[in-house]
């Protein structure tokens, strides 16, 4: 009898905590220079750390193997998604992070910088830096391609995108975007056959054939598009726009905006996605909050907000396909679960305890 209520705690905390064992999303504040990491897809913040002056969270990358998340700034960080420790620092000097980006492989990272026009190279494995090449007036955001030869970087001012050269660390393609001002984000679609790099200043999303390195499409999405994600099957792009308030839904098979979906927020700038492809979580700057949409009927299903979130810019990607860190101790709700199952077990002790007194010989 005590192996059974013994069990049913134990049923009790597993409960509890395999709630857990889900992705988590890093959403960076820029204000406080805080990462709460939010369980998904409960939607609830579970973890929060600071990182060391210098760094900062505007701009971020995970590897492919989710073991890390890279954050940009004077001092660009290592943290590990186990323990959300830091495992390793460099700092690249005054210039700041536009864009990071981690290559498909994880010994390497790229990181732009529009202050000084370069792109810094860093070794991951011992974190020192170990070139650094000149850009065009402006880099911003960029991403690997999937195979991890090139790199595609946004560049704001010559309203382009040069493609890196990753064995030789050189620029080798400088792509013009047509009818494009202020592009500033990039990223590669998960085949690898094509680029979109969105348009804040003209409201476009360029898509760039990566074979060719030309431009094959133009698309018309909302006012200032920013961030870009496709879903893992590389079926959609979902491109928040932050002047209107609201996000693009681009399905890639013909390149056409198919839905746009409001998110009540001011001005949305950041996305990604689960890796199940069933959530989009988008933040906003002004609004500092995230909303999370439901990709099988694009709504907005919750938002979450308060806390530490405060000045949300998240360049790049920022879920992790991991559980968030352990806690030591659950929340008012969770403590409240393991009461009632442990209030059950009892009272199932108790009738079976009866159950036995009147089956006893003599009764």
Known sequence: MPRLFAATL???VLAVYSAHAQPAAYIGSNN?????????????????FNLNN????????????????????????AVDTSNAGIAGEVEIGNAGSNGIAVSPDGTTLYVTSSVTDTLTVIRTSDFTV?????????????????????????????????????????????????????????????????????????????????????????I????????????????????????????????????T???????GQDNPNGVDITPDGRF???TAIFSDDVAVIRTSDNLVIDTISGGKLDG????????VNAPAPARDIPTLGEWGMVGMIAVMGIAALLVLRKRLASAAPGR
């Open 54 to 77: 210098g760094a900062s969270v505007d701009t971020s990358d995970v590897s492919s193997d989710s073991r890390f998340i890279y954050y940009g700034g004077n001092v660009v960080t």
């Open 312 to 319: 949300l810019v998240d360049n790049g990607r920022f879920i």
């Open 257 to 263: 905006v198919v839905d746009t979906i409001p998110t």
């Open 10 to 12: 134990i049923l009790s």
């Open 130 to 218: 170990t070139d650094t090449i000149p850009m065009g007036p402006g880099p911003d955001n960029l991403a690997f391609t999937p195979d991890g030869t090139k790199a595609y970087v946004a560049d704001q001012v010559d309203n382009a995108v040069y493609v890196i050269d990753t064995a030789s660390v050189a620029v080798s393609v400088v792509i013009p975007v047509p009818g494009g001002s202020l592009v500033r984000n990039v990223r590669v679609a998960p085949n690898g056959q094509f680029a979109y790099a969105s348009s804040t200043g003209s409201n476009i999303v360029t898509v760039i054939d990566t074979q060719t390195d030309t431009v094959i499409d133009t």
């Open 220 to 255: 018309t999405v909302g006012d200032s598009p920013r961030n870009i994600s496709f879903t893992p099957d590389g079926a959609f792009a979902y491109v928040p726009n932050g002047t209107s308030n609201d996000v693009s839904v681009i399905m890639t098979s013909d390149h």
């Open 32 to 48: 406080n220079n805080t990462v709460s990491i939010v369980d998904v897809p409960t939607n609830r913040v579970v973890y929060i």
């Open 280 to 282: 989009v979580y988008v």
